[in-house]
């Protein structure tokens, strides 16, 4: 758990535990660094300063890579950008030299813009992909720098530049680097603990779920890109003054290794565990210097024994709260009557309608001319065997789907085919047939992740914790807290979703729909996988859901449970309407009896 997300989720004596404790690496770290001079020599305040150069970029890049999961390789471009930017900026090789602070501004604006650029094509490549396209940056960059010998230097380099006093000593120089690596651990740990570093990792491990709960990955991923652009383009000028002189040998490929090593070292998803990560692999060629040609072998070699003995990195080895064991036997007891009070009444009186609706996968029909209401207030069962349809359906009312022919209406106003993304702000919640939950993101986590767009702080404001800020996060982890009473998990709120039972994952994906507030939710077999009793204590629940005005479409296998808690009921097989009406005309429908109930 980040810093900031300690501190966010609790304003008791026991979320200051909580605080107190997720800041005391972070304090010992600093408290170790502060009386390096003090017990060490000059050799060492290289050292050290390179280590914080280093981690101003991974910083950001972290965000990136171990929260939003791209596999962002290539990031030495940006160093090399920033360091001859800031560089040439002071030489006055492109107009009068500026002062050196000026240079580092400049190179971060510059590093931002080309974050972006190198970012974009996450948008549209995938893993591999992306990490190519790095790659590909990284080598543009060096062949400008060779080539443009009247700015750069080209391949015999420039003087990098210099920094007045009292930072022109060693130790001076040291404690300025210092303080940058402090506000860039404040920084990024604000982000990775708001709502758009909880966006980040469910676009990294349920991408659909963070679709459906109205996260916009183009401009979260934009955001992020610029902020991890700036970052390394700063960390780019730092280094210049410490190498003193560059040339495009002194970025290797080798150091994107190191940068990209360091986050996966450390854990995704973790601040602490990259910054031990970089101090790490920043200090082990030192201590190693006999084998400091071996480098990258031995960085490949340390990663695959952490990978094979602690696959979460060193965040994981050091995450303690996580190992106490559960208790066993643990039992789903849902608050319904708690519903009203947590969410309040829907305000919503349109129905959610589908006319004709038709969808291909080639030459098969999928869906074959459904008509269907969801009115508010209501269950409307969906109920057919395995392959008539029913997640289809659901699929096109989110809009991962676009329809091939019919129509899709939200009382009067149309709703666009495709677009899941947009569906979230129009109050549709889904939840899915396999649970897709952040399973690295403890329970609360996940649950706020469905509240996201209803944050109102901007990347900035989360980025500086400002009171907009604060705000958010208080009034969000408030309603996740809320609606994990409802459906019966508020105990479990600080455990790791991937130690959960399937049962109580269901759960909590109901938990974080409900976290829209919305209109209309679409469940998708949420009782697969639970037992008899937990299956009637969701009934209960889903018919709370609907008493507040919420309308469901329920999709489910276990017919007790639809004739007991719905309002309407549709059958569907091969990809028609064969019956519709209520659950007693569904009982005695032959057709129905014949073909689904086994009658």
């Known amino acids: 758990m980040s810093v900031v997300s300690a501190a966010r989720q609790g304003g008791d004596a026991g979320s200051l535990r909580a605080v107190l404790s997720a800041l005391a690496p972070y304090a010992g770290l600093l408290a170790i660094a502060l009386i390096l001079p003090f017990v060490s020599n000059d050799y060492w305040a290289l050292i050290g300063t390179r280590a914080a150069i280093y981690w101003v970029l991974v910083s950001g890049l972290n965000l990136i890579v171990g929260f939003a999961g791209q596999l962002a390789i290539g990031y030495v471009a940006l160093l090399t950008l920033g360091a001859y930017t800031t560089s040439v900026l002071v030489a006055g090789k492109v107009g009068a030299p500026v002062p050196v602070f000026v240079a580092l501004v400049a190179a971060g604006v510059v590093g931002a813009i080309s974050g972006v650029i190198v970012g974009l094509p996450a948008l549209r490549l995938r893993t591999f992909y992306f990490a190519m396209s790095t790659l590909g940056f990284a080598t543009i960059i060096t062949q400008i720098a060779l080539a443009w010998q009247s700015v750069t230097g080209g391949g015999i380099g420039l003087a990098g530049p210099e920094f007045p006093a009292p930072f022109n000593t060693a130790w001076g120089y040291y404690y300025l680097c210092l303080g940058f690596a402090a506000i860039c651990t404040w920084m990024s740990a604000n982000i990775g603990g708001s709502r758009f570093g909880r966006a980040l990792i469910a676009i990294r491990d349920a991408e659909v779920a963070a679709e459906a709960s109205g996260?916009?990955?183009?401009?979260?991923?934009?955001?992020?890109?610029?902020?991890?652009?700036?970052?390394?383009?700063?960390?780019?000028?730092?280094?210049a003054s410490l190498?003193?002189?560059?040339?495009?040998?002194?970025?290797?490929?080798?150091?994107?290794?190191?940068?990209?090593?360091?986050?996966?070292?450390?854990?995704?998803?973790?601040?602490?565990?990259?910054?031990?990560?970089?101090?790490?692999?920043t200090i082990l060629p030192e201590i190693a210097a006999p084998l400091a040609a071996w480098s990258t072998f031995l960085y490949a070699v340390l990663l695959l024994v952490?990978?094979?003995?602690?696959?979460?990195?060193?965040?994981?080895?050091?995450?303690?709260?996580?190992?106490?064991p559960l208790a066993a036997n643990r039992s789903i007891v849902p608050r319904p009557a708690a519903l009203v009070a947590t969410a309040g009444k829907a305000l919503n009186r349109e129905t959610l309608s589908l006319r004709g609706i038709v969808l291909h996968f080639g030459s098969v029909r999928a869906i074959d001319g459904i008509d269907l209401d969801v009115a508010p207030g209501q269950v409307h069962g969906l109920i057919g065997p395995n392959g008539s349809g029913k997640t289809t359906v659901l699929n096109v009312i989110s809009g991962y789907y676009a329809a091939s022919a019919g129509t899709?209406?939200?009382?009067?106003?149309?709703?666009?085919?495709?677009?899941?993304?947009?569906?979230?702000?129009?109050?549709?919640?889904?939840?899915?047939?396999?649970?897709?939950?952040?399973?690295?993101?403890?329970?609360?986590?996940?649950?706020?992740?469905?509240?996201?767009?209803?944050?109102?702080?901007?990347?900035?404001?989360?980025?500086?914790?400002?009171?907009?800020?604060?705000?958010?996060?208080?009034?969000?982890?408030a309603a996740a807290h809320a609606l994990l009473e409802v459906v019966g998990l508020e105990a479990l709120a600080e455990v790791r979703a991937d130690r959960l039972q399937?049962?109580?994952?269901?759960?909590?994906?109901?938990?974080?729909?409900?976290?829209l507030r919305p209109d209309f939710l679409l469940l998708d077999e949420p009782a697969a996988g639970l037992s008899s009793e937990e299956i009637l204590r969701l009934g209960v629940l889903i018919k709370a859901i609907s008493l507040r005005g919420t309308g469901v479409l329920l999709v489910e296998h276990h017919a007790d449970l639809i004739f007991d808690i719905c309002d309407q009921v549709t059958v569907l097989n091969l990809g028609k309407v064969l019956a519709a009406g209520t659950p007693s005309e569904i009982r005695a429908h032959k057709e129905v009896v014949s073909a689904y109930l086994g009658g």
């Not at 080798?254 to 565990?273: E, K, P, Q, T, W």
């Not at 889904?430 to 767009?453: D, H």
């Open 502 to 515: 399937h049962s109580e994952l269901r759960f909590i994906e109901i938990a974080r729909a409900l976290m």
């Open 408 to 477: 899709l209406t939200l009382g009067a106003s149309p709703l666009p085919a495709g677009m899941p993304g947009l569906r979230a702000a129009r109050g549709i919640a889904r939840t899915f047939q396999t649970p897709r939950i952040v399973g690295e993101a403890s329970v609360l986590q996940n649950v706020m992740i469905g509240g996201t767009i209803a944050g109102k702080g901007t990347f900035l404001e989360s980025m500086l914790t400002l009171p907009r800020h604060r705000r958010d996060q208080r009034e969000l982890a």
């Open 243 to 281: 190498q003193t002189y560059i040339t495009p040998d002194a970025f290797t490929f080798d150091l994107s290794v190191l940068f990209f090593i360091a986050i996966l070292i450390g854990g995704r998803g973790s601040i602490l565990g990259p910054l031990l990560g970089i101090i790490v692999l």
């Open 215 to 239: 996260i916009s990955k183009p401009r979260v991923l934009i955001a992020v890109f610029l902020f991890a652009g700036a970052l390394a383009a700063i960390a780019g000028g730092l280094f």
């Open 306 to 324: 952490i990978v094979l003995a602690a696959p979460g990195g060193i965040a994981a080895l050091i995450d303690f709260k996580n190992r106490r």
